[in-house]
């Protein structure tokens, strides 16, 4: 098994794997490192005839609470192709995730921003604690959540992400359910009893039809191909270049409201 600096992944005897994101003074956030530890781990996983069933979970208090900060900070002083080149990164860990050929159950520990809400949208289903909290806060910043919309838009449908991502509103693990972004909602202290319960039943399941059903209902929705992640990332890079961008990004780091931003 391979080393890896910013998640791990164990195996039981029934096949269970277990992956968790292990970044958790920084909330689990998505750095370049962690892009690439994710895709090489989803290789590593789909390969392996042992692993019948993934739970992806994070450490500490968090599940993931989106991109790294200093990732972003490099994205600013980076060129479009630049640009471009990374978030293409991060598209194909998910889509990697997405496709995975076996059963990916998300243990939601704590709260999911951005690219963390992503990631729960790649998986097959989702179990989270009551007071987690969600968000796609993108516009905040004069940016939009493009690299991970195939993914959220397949899991919570168009109606639901076009109120949360235009709105960047914060929202709860009841919203969150009701959504279909989480299949199920417990408090902490039963959070491992759900999630072994939500996926036993996919031990009965004979693994190479489990992967034929993935791949049949994934024929069955909207595509998310080549052509699909490119014009993504084309819109992505059109936003990072807009005066709102610079705006709302340098509001952030200034910890400052941004000139939109109505206070009354």
């Known amino acids: 098994m391979m080393h890896f600096e910013t998640i791990s992944l164990s195996v039981d005897r029934?096949?269970?794997?277990?992956?968790?994101?292990?970044?958790?003074?920084?909330?689990?956030?998505?750095?370049?490192?962690?892009?690439?530890?994710?895709?090489?781990v989803a290789g590593l996983i789909a390969e392996?005839?042992?692993i019948r069933v993934v739970v992806l979970t994070g450490e500490g208090e968090s599940f993931c609470a989106g991109g790294d900060l200093n990732w972003m900070k490099e994205q600013m002083a980076a060129s479009?192709?630049?640009?471009?080149?990374?978030?293409?990164?991060?598209?194909?860990?998910?889509?990697?995730?997405?496709?995975?050929?076996?059963?990916?159950?998300?243990?939601?520990?704590?709260?999911?921003?951005?690219?963390?809400?992503?990631?729960?949208?790649?998986?097959?289903?989702a179990v989270g604690v009551t007071d987690?909290?969600?968000?796609?806060?993108?516009?905040r910043l004069g940016l939009i959540p493009a690299t991970i919309s195939p993914y959220v838009i397949a899991r919570i449908g168009a109606s639901a992400a076009l109120r949360l991502?235009?709105?960047?509103?914060?929202f709860d693990a009841a919203e969150a359910q009701r959504i279909g972004l989480l299949n199920g909602v417990v408090p902490l202290a039963t959070l491992d009893d759900a999630t072994e319960?939500?996926?036993?039943?996919?031990?009965?399941?004979?693994?190479?039809?489990?992967a034929a059903a993935k791949a049949l209902v994934h024929g069955l929705s909207a595509p998310i191909d080549d052509a699909t992640i490119e014009m993504t990332l084309t819109r992505l890079a059109d936003t990072w270049e807009t005066p709102e961008a610079e705006e709302g990004i340098a509001a952030f780091l200034e910890k400052r409201k941004a000139r939109w931003h109505e206070t009354g």
């Open 14 to 40: 029934r096949g269970v794997a277990s992956l968790t994101l292990r970044r958790h003074a920084q909330h689990n956030a998505l750095s370049a490192l962690m892009i690439r530890e994710l895709a090489a």
């Open 197 to 210: 319960a939500e996926l036993r039943p996919y031990l009965a399941a004979a693994p190479a039809a489990v």
């Open 80 to 125: 479009r192709e630049q640009r471009m080149a990374e978030a293409r990164k991060l598209a194909l860990m998910l889509k990697a995730l997405r496709d995975l050929p076996k059963p990916l159950v998300a243990r939601v520990n704590g709260q999911a921003y951005g690219g963390g809400v992503g990631l729960i949208s790649v998986c097959d289903a």
């Open 132 to 139: 987690a909290r969600f968000g796609l806060t993108e516009t």
């Open 48 to 50: 392996d005839a042992d």
């Open 165 to 170: 991502f235009t709105s960047a509103r914060f």
